[in-house]
């Protein structure tokens, strides 16, 4: 009798326990128990959640047998270009400090959406991941361009509009 049409109770080894092979996944959204069975067989999502899902892309993105720093190169290459960002900020050249910082931002954000395994890069779905990575660095990067003293971009109704913000009239 195959596993799709056993009783509940009735099981092919003697412990009570159904090999894995056996398994039978009826949809996407039900998740093996501790034992390795399928907890919900329907679609409905539960009021409670006792778990939450791997973001897609949040594999391993190097092989198993590849030393632990480079099975997560993505996000260590964000890391480290954001912290070469702090310490070059650190040591007083602020635009190309908060530039380097928000290019780190922008480069996660584009490997998140090429790259098909991105390791711990990958937090939310890959949608979020990458308009958040994607406007966070934007707005750091112009931020950098447009800071004071001499700005590489001058943005003409920017000027205007603080004016009349902070003007007592």
């Known amino acids: 009798m195959s596993a799709e049409h056993r009783a509940p109770g009735e099981h ?12 039978t996944v009826r949809d996407p959204i039900s998740a093996p128990d501790a034992q390795g069975r399928p907890r919900r067989v329907t679609r409905r999502f539960p009021l409670f959640t006792k778990d939450t899902a791997r973001p ?12 632990a ?10 890391l480290g270009l954001a912290g070469l960002g702090l310490l070059v900020t650190a040591f007083g050249q602020f635009r190309f400090g908060t530039l380097l910082i928000g290019v780190a931002l922008l480069g996660g954000g584009a490997m998140r959406w090429l790259l098909p395994d991105v390791g711990m890069l990958a937090v939310r779905s890959r949608f979020t991941d990458i308009v958040t990575c994607g406007l966070l660095g934007t707005v750091i990067v112009l931020l950098a361009l447009m800071a004071q003293p001499n700005p590489w971009l001058q943005i003409p109704f920017l000027k205007d509009t603080l004016h009349f913000t902070v003007t007592n009239e």
Do not use: F, H, K, Y
């Open 69 to 78: 720093p480079a099975r997560q190169w993505p996000v260590l290459a964000v």
């Open 12 to 23: 092919d080894t003697p412990s009570g326990q159904e090999s894995p092979e056996d398994i």
């Open 56 to 67: 897609e892309g949040g594999g391993r993105a190097a092989s198993g047998d590849a030393p």
